[in-house]
């Protein structure tokens, strides 16, 4: 087997070099006892795929949490104590639970699966000297393969012959936008990125124009597609921070319920109360204490935020990443297409001694011309007219109407000239029709030009446009005012001063000449051709940013996000639309791959959060970065479209895949999919993402309080020598009606104004702080408090006796937890100033539970069943005053101590 570091150094090689090398020929290709030889050494031409999680498996593992066996406990021993509605309700919320978890994580680990589709299915070889068509499975290295226009290359190939515009789009691969002009020459650096190996082709890209021959180079698990594949083989699916958070918070509460439940039954044993009672009591509020309802509303507040981000082109593949989202700190973008709009589009040219703006984004025609700022007709200025038609006629792309818009077909470059004339009126479609098709000389790498010859009036007529070094050279004249004279070398001198202004703006250029051939034979060569060229202009083009992401970027700084630029591009062209949008401060530093692979791990760890554009960048470069953020404690979106981010985009905390440009690859990878392909819609679903959070925050705050409340009334009773004020039955009716409606509300309460102007949440703070923690345990007192009151007034002031006393108890516990719902939709906005209407779910939820606690007191077979009495209207007057105090001691807590605290409203986002 062939070392990898010697194959790496295939692209030094000359053709004939290559050959020796693989022992093959570049006639007659391989032997065929030479290719089972090499394919027993090699084995097949495919990617390895790893078990996947069965259906089975995934269904199960729903069942895994600390708080969901709890849970499971709970309905056995409210079976056990015949409850069966509670038990049923217990078991159903827990299956619920577990099916919503299956459908949303059913469709994860099938990456290598679309790897596959990648790969093309039969390759055109040449073995024992002859052409054969073959599974592409079956190749090896050495092997001489025949490639064409719409081919996708079936593994990495060193290139041995070529046309001369043998074009191979590499974008999935490389992050490089255009398609790549392709080489056989030997190139002197055998440390290029992949970007840069100009006389290799790589499995999983296809193949734009023109046709080759390769050798084979590396199949299988060892071409590039297939360490990538092995990389996100490498990478451990993890638990996300709300996973983590829950558990241990579940865990403590639980501890907690029983250490305090256990307190009850000590209490009222030693206190001399029947065994039976005392333990049915106990379990009675074990099973009230323990919200059983959390993971269910957690479960269906993300499902529904979920369809909330649809609307705002975010598509969840896994519902945990919901809440991951809202504490991002850091997001890892792609620069083309989701940066820009992956459209090349024409911005200024030069023509006359003018520099013309054009105005206008991407493939659509529309937009104007400027000249000194003021905007002009194009139609006016006969230099520029004759530049956009020469860039029109010497061109072999398609702008066609789809629509309401434009597609195009052919070369992202050439279309940029064409969308440009059709601003100025000039369209391809007209002016072929008067220049007629004669013959044309291809593009390639050493002259940096293209020419199509047209017949017009009798005359032919040489169209060229390259790169302005190579092109101006060969000028012997340049067009002012309609008039061509004698090209000077000053002329030449500021022409390329002029390319390299608009070429350190990151922008494209292309040279425009033309030539009357009247003096030159048929049977047209470049070097006869491509002299004595009479220069037109120039046309800078760039892929433009998206307007939308330079307000998208600053609302990350105002939210306390990091935004770095990753991209395969060049790193002038990433540091200019960087700084355009706004990516780069005066501290942060650019990188380019090669400066990457120089820095030491530790120097990377030290220098992070100093760097911001990364250029000219490899997969495994990606996934470098992604973990040196993920090792100095940040929570990482990664987003990505091609084969190359899929490790860094599985690597991350949250891995976005674009939907329109993103391949199956990256898609499956992912734990999210924006379906525009634009920055702006990560930045929605960030801040979806957070309201989330706090909506999650909002219920289990609600949860905690109430049933603190409901343990404190038992406990306090027990500790300071009163009846039992609350009957078991009457503690899981209290927990039924007001744990499930109230709490589902909260979980889709609006999103806060102002969310996005706070600091992203420690990804170590629990979902219960200190300070939240104390709040929780003050309004269960107070709860607690108010509900042994009414129990006392009736019993000892009315003295209407046990059962009517602990109804008003019963009564006021529920309604207390009610009203307190409203205080849970904000720490510090009065609920008043939030609005009492604006979440009319919770409304709705509220007198739903009220109308099922008021059938529990009044209808004949629900008191025999509660121990209930109808309760005259005076005693209603007492329980509701009483059962409000939570929310006006609330109230005037936020007006007067809370409010004055967070008066910028952002201060509050660790709590």
Known sequence: MIPQDKIKNIIQLSVEQAADFFKTSLSDGLLSSEVLKRRQLYGLNQLKESQGRSPLKIFFEQFQDFIIWVLIGASFVSGFLKEWVDALAIIGIVILNAILGFIQEFRAEKSLAALKKLSSPVTKTIRDRQRNVIASIELVPGDLIELEAGDHIPADCRLVWITANFNVQEASLTGESTPVLKTTIALQDKDLPLADRANMAYMGTFIVSGKAKAIVVDTGMNTELGKIAGMIQGIKDESTPLQRKLEEFGKWMVYLCFLLVGLVFVLEWLRGAKLIDVFLTAVSLAVAAIPEGLPAVVTIALALGVQRMVKKHALIRKLPSVETLGCTTVICSDKTGTLTKNEMTAQVIFAGNETFKISGIGYAAIGEFFLNGKQVDPGKYAQLQKLLQAAVLC??????????????????????????????????????????????????????????????????????????DM?????????????????????????????????????RVLAIARRNLDGVSSGYQADTVEKGLTFLGLIAMIDPPRQEVKEAVIKCKQAGIKTVMITGDHKNTALAIARELGFLAESSLALSGEELDALSEESLLENIEKIFVYARVTAEHKLRIVKAWRKKGYIVAMTGDGVNDAPAVKEADIGVAMGITGTDVTKEVSDMIITDDNFASIVSAVEEGRGIYENIKKFVHYLLSCNAGEILVMFLSSLIGLPVPLLPIQILWINLVTDGLPALALGVDPVEPGIMRRLPRKTNQPVVTKERAWLILSQGVFIAFCSLLAFSFVLFIEKEGLPRARTAAFIVLACSQLFHSFNCRSIYQSIFKLGIFSNIKLVLATFISFSLLVVAVYLPFAQSIFKTEALGAFDWCLVLAISSFPLWAEEIHKLFIRGRINTRGVSYAGN
């Open 395 to 468: 061109n072999g792309a398609e702008l066609v109407k789809a629509g309401v818009g434009y597609k195009i077909i052919g070369d992202p470059t050439e279309a940029a000239l064409l969308v440009a004339a059709a601003k100025a009126g000039i369209w391809k479609s007209e002016e072929e029709k008067k220049f007629v098709f004669v013959d044309e000389i291809p593009f390639d790498s050493e002259r940096k030009k293209m020419s199509i010859l047209r017949g017009y009036g009798g005359q032919t007529i040489a169209f060229v446009k390259g790169a302005p």
């Open 471 to 507: 092109l101006v050279g060969d000028c012997d004249y340049i067009e002012e005012d309609g008039v061509a004279r004698r090209i000077t070398e000053a002329d030449k001198e500021n022409l390329l001063k002029i390319n390299d202004r608009f070429a350190d703006q990151a922008l």
